[in-house]
């Protein structure tokens, strides 16, 4: 079975760099999608999950710093800063934000793909064809090529909805996903369900990979649920 690829966002109000790094991405095998503002980036960060951000500094309505602040309320998703702005105080600001590297135009795009590389084996053991296909959070296992769930090595018997959900939760440890993220990625449905539909679904899913009483699926009030190892 072929590995899932790595999703990227590449945010740059000039579309000839955003292009340039989707092309250069793409050659190794990963997923880009691209944003040309602040606002539209973290708009499509909220809908959909992200294994890698690279964002520009400068931009109008909202600015990369800002960007990278909001995501980090919700995501510890790893973050690349491109700019042209080399000041070393400018570099420490984006690091203490929450940046995992910081690259400086001019730049070679074969550069940043390096530095994409490093970051993704840094941060999920990348082999350098795809994302892994398993899945681990404390006692929980997630075989994604065969669509089963261990817990402490035993089979927990799942429902089609709850195996996308686990999968959704288990590819996103430590970041919360909205109601519309969780509904996107495991109903396969053309009506929206209600509040409530959701959290009968997401308590159901608790009981059953719930350890020794400790619960993996954490309510965030106001934003979503967040899968953390206990």
Same mark, same amino acid.
């Given at each position: ?59 109008? &309505? ?41 690259? &400086? ?126």
């Amino acid at each position: 079975m072929e590995k899932e690829k790595y999703k990227v966002l590449v945010v740059d109000d000039e579309p000839q760099i955003a292009g340039l790094l989707k092309v250069c991405l793409e050659m190794h095998g990963m997923e880009v999608s691209e944003a040309y503002d602040g606002n539209s980036a973290y708009e499509m960060f909220d809908r959909r999950s992200f294994d890698l951000i690279i964002t520009d500094v400068m931009m109008p &309505v909202m600015d990369g710093y800002e960007l990278v602040e909001k995501i980090r309320l919700k995501s510890h998703v790893p973050v690349l800063f491109l700019t042209a702005k080399g000041d070393v105080l400018d570099r420490i600001k984006g690091l203490n934000i929450g940046a995992d590297d910081y690259i &400086v135009k001019t730049f070679d795009p074969m550069e940043v793909a390096a530095r994409v590389l490093s970051t993704l084996r840094r941060c999920y053991g990348y082999d350098g064809q795809g994302k892994a296909v398993e899945l681990v959070c404390g006692s929980l296992r997630l075989d994604v090529d065969l669509k089963r769930l261990y817990k402490n090595g035993e089979v927990i018997e799942l429902t089609a909805l709850e195996y996308r959900m686990v999968e959704c939760f288990m590819s996103n440890i430590g970041h919360v996903l909205t109601k519309d993220r969780i509904y996107e990625e495991a109903w396969e449905s053309d009506k929206f369900p209600d509040d409530n539909s959701i959290m009968v679904a997401i308590s159901k899913l608790r009981s059953k990979i719930s350890d020794d009483g400790a619960e993996y699926i954490h309510t965030i009030r106001g934003l979503g649920y967040r899968m953390e190892e206990k």
